[in-house]
Nanobody, 123 residues
Framework: VQLQASGGGLVQAGGCLRL?????????????MGWFRQAPGKEREFVAA????????YYADSVKGRFTISRDNPKNTLYLQMNSLKPEDTAFYYC?????????????????WGPGTQVTVSS
């Protein structure tokens, strides 16, 4: 499966962005999906995940209450709504797919990755 994230950009602190991740090559309806991010000089970290049925979601403490992950399986697309953005949210954001449905918050549990989209939050 090929993944392509989009929707990044430059936004002021307190603003919002909506990231999309379009999948192709295979339906993602049976995959758990996740968002990860990597800031300059830091390791990639978990942001949010959603189970294949879309009922269960998981968030990093740093984004809980501000970010919302969702999916539209018929459209083969994953989303990340980001509200109340902070400068510390600045990073490359990556979407990922987990065919084994056991990855959860672990980067190593995901087997398909797309190129990142840059999010920059100015203070």
């Amino acid at each position: 499966v090929q993944l392509q994230a989009s929707g990044g950009g430059l936004v002021q602190a307190g603003g919002c962005l909506r990231l999309s991740c379009a999948a192709s090559g295979r339906t993602i309806s049976a995959y758990d999906m996740g968002w990860f991010r990597q800031a300059p000089g830091k390791e990639r970290e978990f942001v949010a995940a959603i189970k294949w049925l879309g009922v269960s979601t998981y968030y990093a403490d740093s984004v809980k209450g501000r970010f919302t992950i969702s999916r539209d399986n018929p459209k083969n697309t994953l989303y990340l709504q980001m509200n109340s953005l902070k400068p510390e949210d600045t990073a490359f954001y990556y979407c990922a797919a987990d065919s084994s449905r056991g990855g959860g918050t672990r980067e190593g549990g995901y087997d398909y990755w797309g190129p990142g989209t840059q999010v920059t939050v100015s203070s």
